[in-house]
């Protein structure tokens, strides 16, 4: 069942380029005169989705890249997560008509941009020649940890997904399918039951 899995899901590095364009493609969506619920929306969004990204790095593909590379440049990016929370923090402790709630939004996307520059072009590479074999299980860990973090948020996430699509009605109809299958998923057990087969040998 592992090595099934393995195969089918996205590898390590795979996974968290996927994740960087679906953050990189939120904050293209953000704009200073947008609604204030979309706003709020699409702030949420994101900054759940690089906490979970930033956990699951910390916890899983960092520690086997320092096995293989050079420390300075892992070191580098847990500096660059730690900005990224301070960011998060202050964002989730302010109301989208604060004087400088959009400017707060602005340096969170320039340091996020800045450290997928870096990790795009000098971690992954690294990581896919040095680490090769090891990717597809790497991953298979990565989705059932990301299983574990985003299930009891799902209620959540749904909800500020349907902030961030008002106003776009295509968007808001593939948000209402998705918002949808997370809280049926969450409620029916389905997300834990996939985090038991992925326990299997």
Same mark, same amino acid.
């Not at 592992?2 to 960087?20: E, K, Q, Y």
């Not at 990204?53 to 660059?80: D, K, T, W």
């Not at 900005?83 to 959009?102: C, G, T």
């Not at 949808?180 to 039951?193: D, E, N, P, Q």
């Given at each position: 069942?592992?090595?099934?899995?393995?195969?089918?899901?996205?590898?390590?590095?795979?996974?968290?380029?996927?994740?960087?364009?679906?953050?990189?493609?939120?904050?293209?969506?953000?704009?200073?005169?947008?609604?204030?619920?979309?706003?709020?929306?699409?702030?949420?969004?994101?900054?759940?989705?690089?906490?979970?990204?930033?956990?699951?790095?910390?916890?899983?593909?960092?520690?086997?890249?320092?096995?293989?590379?050079?420390? =300075?440049?892992?070191?580098?990016?847990?500096? /660059?997560?730690?900005?990224?929370?301070? %960011?998060?923090? #202050?964002?989730? !402790? $302010?109301?989208?008509?604060?004087?400088?709630?959009?400017?707060?939004?602005?340096?969170?996307?320039?340091?996020?941009?800045?450290?997928?520059?870096?990790? =795009?072009?000098?971690?992954?590479?690294?990581? /896919?020649?040095?680490?090769?074999?090891? %990717?597809?299980? #790497?991953?298979? !860990? $990565?989705?059932?940890?990301?299983?574990?973090?985003?299930?009891?948020?799902?209620?959540?996430?749904?909800?500020?997904?349907?902030?961030?699509?008002?106003?776009?009605?295509?968007?808001?109809?593939?948000?209402?399918?998705?918002?949808?299958a997370l809280l049926v998923g969450h409620r029916t057990g389905h997300l834990a039951r996939w985090n038991r087969s992925l326990r299997r040998p």
């Amino acid at each position: 069942m592992t090595s099934i899995f393995s195969r089918l899901l996205p590898s390590a590095t795979n996974m968290i380029r996927l994740d960087h364009t679906h953050v990189l493609s939120t904050f293209h969506q953000y704009k200073s005169g947008a609604p204030v619920r979309v706003k709020k929306g699409l702030v949420n969004t994101m900054c759940t989705a690089l906490e979970v990204h930033a956990q699951l790095e910390e916890e899983i593909f960092y520690p086997a890249v320092r096995n293989v590379m050079q420390g =300075e440049l892992i070191a580098e990016s847990l500096q /660059e997560h730690q900005e990224m929370r301070r %960011l998060i923090n #202050l964002l989730r !402790q $302010m109301e989208p008509e604060a004087r400088d709630y959009d400017a707060t939004v602005m340096a969170l996307m320039r340091d996020v941009m800045h450290h997928v520059a870096d990790e =795009e072009t000098l971690v992954l590479p690294e990581a /896919e020649r040095l680490l090769s074999d090891e %990717l597809g299980e #790497l991953g298979m !860990q $990565m989705t059932k940890r990301r299983v574990q973090l985003i299930g009891p948020r799902s209620g959540e996430i749904a909800l500020n997904m349907g902030r961030a699509a008002s106003g776009n009605t295509v968007a808001l109809s593939v948000v209402a399918l998705t918002a949808v299958a997370l809280l049926v998923g969450h409620r029916t057990g389905h997300l834990a039951r996939w985090n038991r087969s992925l326990r299997r040998p």
